[in-house]
């Protein structure tokens, strides 16, 4: 049986409204794990039950080069306990504030790793609901991997419609949950779309602190671009951050993406088996047992 006593506590790597995550190693191993601790009265205080038990059983059922794998799963009276990879990398987030926005082969490359990994998710009736910077990982080598799982919705096979719950990150909802209007899997290829401008111009699209002209914003505002994008780039971006959903680039047919001129140059073949080479390694410098890749504060 599984229990934290099987672990040597290294560091704190991440903290959350539900709990924290700890950088631990596996005893008499060179093992490095991620826990993520969830303190149980804090979820059911925040009505995230449901939540939190979609993203363990999501977690346990993907298997996919480009997203966390949960290791193992184990609870005491008031906590329940996560073990996943540990992407000593970091998140998106942090690379982003870090040097701004990325170079375009860099964000390619990124965004390509993220299509592979939602479509699988979408071809096992998933849909992943909460794309955005701080749920991309980057592993040890520099490869993509999604966490978080929370908001995911099972059992949907429509592109359109399926669920109508109001979730998501304010910055990043598509139209048609902004509109209670039934979403599906196509919500992914909007947030995907958000990600890839944020990191090409360093800010999502339409961004504002006022939430209600975010709102209109993100209903009815022209896109805009900065100099210095590529027309392919911006192209796979306007049909990616098309409002209705039917339209939506990928909706209702993936190949719309994986054949997009911006992604000419992936063989996503050798993209699937990692033998794509990152263009950035963020583990080069640095022992993965450092956690330099995460903010100060947590470690």
Request: hydrophobic share 40%; net charge negative.
């Amino acid at each position: 049986k599984v229990s934290l006593k099987q672990f040597d506590v290294l560091r704190m790597i991440g903290k959350g409204s539900f709990g924290k995550v700890l950088l631990v190693r596996k005893k008499h191993s060179s093992q490095l794990f991620a826990v993520k601790i969830l303190s149980k009265p804090a979820i059911v205080k925040k009505q995230q039950v449901e939540h939190t038990r979609t993203e363990r059983r999501v977690l346990a059922s993907v298997s996919h080069p480009f997203v966390v794998c949960l290791h193992y799963a184990f609870q005491t009276k008031d906590k329940l306990y996560f073990v996943l990879d540990y992407c000593p990398g970091g998140d998106m987030f942090f690379h982003l504030s870090r040097c701004g926005c990325f170079p375009e082969a860099m964000a390619k490359f990124y965004a390509a790793e993220i299509v592979l990994a939602l479509i699988h998710l979408h071809e096992q009736g998933i849909v992943y609901r909460d794309l955005k910077p701080e749920n991309i990982m980057l592993d040890v080598d520099g490869h993509v991997k999604l966490a978080d799982f929370g908001l995911a919705k099972e059992g949907i096979t429509s592109e359109l419609n399926g669920t109508y719950t109001m979730c998501g990150t304010p910055e990043y909802l598509p139209p048609e949950i902004l509109n209670r209007a039934g979403h599906g899997t196509a919500v992914d290829w909007w947030n995907l779309g958000m990600v890839l401008y944020e990191m090409l111009t360093g800010r999502p699209p339409w961004y504002t602190q006022d939430r209600q002209e975010l709102f209109n914003r993100l209903r009815g505002a022209e896109l805009e671009f900065p100099q210095g994008l590529s027309p392919e780039a911006m192209n796979l971006i306007e049909g990616l951050l098309t409002r209705d959903p039917a339209k939506r680039l990928g909706a209702i047919d993936v190949r719309e993406i994986t054949y997009h001129p911006f992604f000419a140059d992936i063989d996503w073949n050798l993209l699937y088996n990692r033998q794509m080479e990152p263009l950035y390694r963020p583990c080069q410098y640095t022992d993965p047992i450092d956690a330099a890749n995460f903010e100060e504060e947590f470690t």
